[in-house]
């Protein structure tokens, strides 16, 4: 099913080829192994999920890729290069757009105001020229403007555009924050546990969304959810963690039906 | 305004309609809606344009004079377009409910047999697609919004702009036959097809033909003065016949403004940016915002409050009689237009009804509270009624005539008769041509001169010559005494008060009225909470003896008022008890659109209705209940039985027949 161009998924969507690759990534915290020598990849489109017990090393391998840490040991190529160790604004200036598992929004300001800053990494003017609002500075927040406004449409959010996010519901936080994500228009979205403490119709929605992003603008996305059955539905290809060891990759019914995902997952007896 | 410059005859179609306004206000905007933040407009040559493509696109698709193109949405320009291209091809335009769900759908299109269905988005897309094998007529969809769809199978999905892109494209033959077919349109070709939402059996499609909706409009827009430079915000459901008047009849016939929201949830903002000159609105919508205002004013700071209860106790006071144009002491308008710059101008502010000329409410009784609150803050809001099957209007309220428990004189060209029985018939341009193959109840409903039937019961003030109607026809019976009984009309005075939710009146038949009285737990909760009354069920709160003595005076108050009614003064409640549940859809008490089945209740209900009247202080009862996971469980409770003070009615009781 899979060779170097790419595969087609069950539901006919062609994938391309690879976006970022992994290669014998370690991560040491001190005496910690937290991330123990492991390789993947995320090809253009796909929906790529990382699952995993708690634990097992998730949320540092994403953010070996987003550039917040740097791996002790292994190569991390983007785009066909091998990437330097990097500041996590560098990453993102190279399109790599993420989430947070516990919101990591301004609470103060509005709606709009947070997805904006989602744009930050597409300006180019000063903080002098931009204060007067004036020239280049002024066209370049009339045009990030509109490209916001098209993803507060998208997500279905418009009502509460000018509403402070401290005043919103958590699932709409969530919500606020992929946007902020998607704002910045990236090659790569990654989302940590975009799904968490929702009930089940919040779930629906953001699956929905999900499943929208990768549709209409084609981003490639990597997620980490505890939702397994939201995972098998949305997901292409499914890497799982234990321990920071890869003990399984492939579709969700491959991973399915792997052995060492049940033992980790069940609990095996000795 | 009847005619063109040239003296002629005013246009006889809608798609003439729009020609003339782009030739006469061209540059004016025809359409805003609410995308991306901004408020995007199209002028009235530039939305000509843009429904030409598209007609001309549907001419390529093999769109065919006759053809139904249903139309399903929120309403947005491209769907309004939709519809007046359908006309300009010949073919007629059905709005669907967006909110109906596929089953529903699926009759209404087998009904009409519709070849085209112009959907707004995926979801509308999807229902039509689920029942499509079951359309033996259906052809294509026209989707306006692509997010989601790019998956889809295309053989029968087309997205609009590809339809109006091959519409501009189009050779010169098919414009001559564009050009023909909307030349060939006349006041007798059909305008739209609206299904009603048929309460009782399925729903029927009432054809309205172009005399119907333009003499309407035209009649409408001249007696409320209604004039190109005005605004409306188009949010009501397309496929009611309302929101066709409003947003096209009058629309196209004035020259006005149709501005859609950005979307449903919205609403408030976009009406504060609009801030429309003509509105409507059903009751409901005035009740929750002045609920939310007064809920509002108790969060405010003691001054502001304090501010908001003089200005507003001296509005109530002096801004009807200003806006009826009666004569107002010096003193009094100089405090008025204080209140104005203090309250009553940032109040409507913040509603969005800054600069409302006519506001019309209609659909259901509202409360006299309620109506004179807006009335009192200077805004010019009217009653009318009306149906589908008169094109909207039947009766409207003129400026400077306005009160709460009428709706108005018979708007212009419409003729009124009351049966014998009560029963409202009206004869108008408006009278629709007939139901869509369904014969039978076109001539049950409209006789061959032309009278139709209500459904409603009322009656003509003498005085006054305003139309009030008093309960569905069907409801409406007689007392033992002869005397005439309404029980909806009683039911609305005394649903008026917060506390109350729903009340069933008994009488039909018998010496005196009895009433079960639903109280509304919110309402009543909320005070229990403020004045330390505990309590853990809805049944112990609805026991309560100070519940109890508060629903009491409500009900004597509304005794009173019913009292001064010399035709019904005989449907006061002398006993009345407070159920121990709420009258719920799922026991079948009430219909999903939450009205009254009164047969059921006196059934289910029939040893509570034996203790009203047998005169027994209480009495014990045992319901069935089904729990919202379709369980079901009794509940037992003795109920208080109370009588009420009832108002001696002195004058003779006449009866309603005459």
């Known amino acids: ?270 | 305004m009847a005619t063109t410059p040239q003296g002629a005859e005013h246009p006889r179609s809608v798609p003439a309609l729009l020609a003339r306004n782009a030739a006469r206000f061209g540059a004016q905007a025809a359409y805003r809606e609410k995308e991306f933040g901004i408020w995007q407009s199209w002028t009235w040559a530039e939305a000509q344009e843009e429904i030409e493509a598209l007609a001309l696109g549907l001419l390529d698709l093999g769109a065919q004079p006759g053809d139904f193109i249903a139309v399903i949405g929120r309403n947005r320009p491209y769907l309004y377009w939709s519809m007046v291209a359908a006309q300009m091809v010949g073919a007629v335009p059905v709005p669907l409910y967006q909110d109906a769900v596929a089953e529903e759908m699926a009759y209404v299109l087998d009904h009409c047999g519709a070849r085209f269905v112009v959907a707004a988005d995926q979801e509308q897309v999807d229902k039509v697609i689920e029942v499509a094998d079951r359309l033996p007529s259906f052809e294509r969809i026209i989707y306006v919004d692509s997010r989601g769809l790019r998956k889809y199978d295309h053989s029968r999905l087309s997205a609009f702009d590809a339809v109006q892109k091959a519409g501009r494209e189009a050779g010169e033959t098919q414009r001559e036959e564009l050009e023909n077919r909307r030349a060939r349109l006349d006041y007798d070709d059909i305008c739209v097809m609206l299904y009603t939402s048929g309460t009782t059996g399925k729903p029927k499609g009432v054809v309205l033909s172009n005399r119907n909706i333009i003499e309407t409009a035209k009649n409408s827009a001249e007696f409320d003065h209604l004039r190109a430079d005005d605004e409306v915000l188009a949010y009501l459901p397309m496929a009611w016949v309302g929101d066709f008047i409003f947003s096209i009849g009058q629309a196209y016939w004035t020259g006005f403004c149709v501005n859609c929201p950005e979307s449903a949830d919205t609403l408030v903002t976009d009406l504060r940016e609009i801030a429309p000159t003509y509105y409507f609105a059903p009751p409901r919508v005035f009740e929750t915002n002045l609920t939310q205002i007064m809920i509002r004013m108790e969060d405010a700071g003691a001054l502001k409050r304090r501010m908001f209860h003089y200005f507003m106790e001296h509005a109530r006071r002096v801004g009807p009689r200003l806006l009826d144009g009666h004569s107002v002491g010096l003193w009094d308008r100089l405090k008025y237009r204080m209140g104005e710059v203090l309250v009553y101008g940032p109040l409507k502010n913040a509603l969005g009804f800054s600069r409302i000329r006519v506001g019309y409410t209609a659909g259901e009784a509202i409360g006299p509270e309620i109506f004179d609150f807006y009335r009192a803050l200077g805004i010019n809001l009217k009653q009318l009624y009306g149906q589908t099957e008169a094109s909207v209007f039947i009766t409207q309220q003129p400026d400077g005539e306005v009160r709460s428990d009428t709706v108005g004189v018979p708007s212009p060209g419409v003729e009124l008769k009351i049966a014998e029985s009560g029963e409202v018939f009206y004869r108008s341009p408006g009278t629709f041509v007939e139901y869509y193959k369904n014969a039978e109840s076109t001539r049950d409903t409209k006789d061959p001169e032309g009278w139709v039937a209500t459904g409603d019961a009322g009656f003509v003030e003498e005085d006054s010559g305003h139309l009030r109607i008093i309960d569905r026809a069907k409801d409406v019976g007689h007392m033992a005494s002869g005397a005439l009984f309404a029980p909806k009309y009683v039911e609305n005075k005394l649903k008026f008060y917060p506390a109350i939710l729903e009340a069933v009146v008994f009488g039909a038949g018998r010496e005196t009225c009895c009433a079960f009285i639903n109280i509304d737990l919110t309402a009543v909760g909320n005070w229990a909470e403020r004045n330390n009354i505990a309590y853990s069920s809805y049944q112990e709160l609805a026991g309560h003896p100070l519940v109890l003595e508060t629903i009491q005076s409500h009900v004597e108050e509304t005794n009173e008022s019913v009292a001064q009614d010399e035709m019904l003064s005989g449907c006061q409640v002398h006993r009345f008890l407070v159920l121990h549940k709420e009258l719920d859809a799922d026991d079948g008490e009430l219909t999903r659109t939450r009205k009254v089945r009164r047969k059921i209740i006196a059934e289910k209900y029939a040893d509570l209705v034996t203790a009203l009247y047998d005169g027994s202080d209480e009495v014990y009862t045992e319901t069935e209940v089904t729990y919202e996971d379709g369980r079901t469980g009794r509940i037992r409770a003795t109920l208080a039985i109370r009588d009420a003070k009832t108002v001696p009615v002195s004058a003779p009781v006449r009866e309603a027949a005459e």
């Open chain 1, 1 to 270: 099913m899979m060779d170097g161009a790419g595969y087609v998924t069950a539901d006919g969507r062609q994938i391309g080829g690879e976006l970022l690759a992994l290669h014998n990534i370690t991560l040491r915290f001190g005496g910690v192994v937290a991330i123990n020598d492991i390789s993947f990849d995320i090809r253009e489109g796909e929906i790529r999920a990382i699952i995993g017990p708690n634990g097992a090393g998730k949320s540092s391998m994403l953010n070996v890729i987003s550039g917040f840490y740097t791996p002790s040991q292994g190569e991390v190529r983007y785009k066909g290069e091998t990437r330097p160790p990097m500041k996590p604004y560098e990453v993102a200036r190279m399109g790599v757009a993420r989430t947070f598992q516990n919101i990591a929004l301004f609470e103060g300001m509005t709606v709009l105001d947070n997805v904006m800053t989602g744009r930050l990494t597409h300006m180019n003017t000063g903080i002098a020229q931009q204060a007067l609002w004036w020239g280049r500075a002024r066209d370049e927040e009339m045009e990030n403007r509109a490209k916001v406004e098209r993803v507060i449409d998208f997500l279905e959010i418009q009502n509460i555009r000018k509403t402070p996010v401290g005043r919103l519901p958590y699932g709409l936080k969530k919500r606020v924050e992929l946007a902020r994500a998607l704002a910045a228009e990236p090659s790569l979205l990654l989302l940590d546990e975009p799904m968490a403490g929702m009930n089940v119709e919040e779930k629906e929605d953001m699956s929905r969304f999900i499943l929208d992003v990768n549709d209409e603008f084609g981003t490639t996305i990597c997620l980490i959810e505890h939702d397994m059955g939201v995972v098998m539905d949305l997901s292409d290809r499914v890497v799982v963690m234990d321990y920071g060891k890869k003990i399984g990759d492939g579709t969700p019914d491959e991973v399915r039906g792997n052995q060492d995902v049940i033992d980790a997952y069940l609990g095996v007896s000795h």
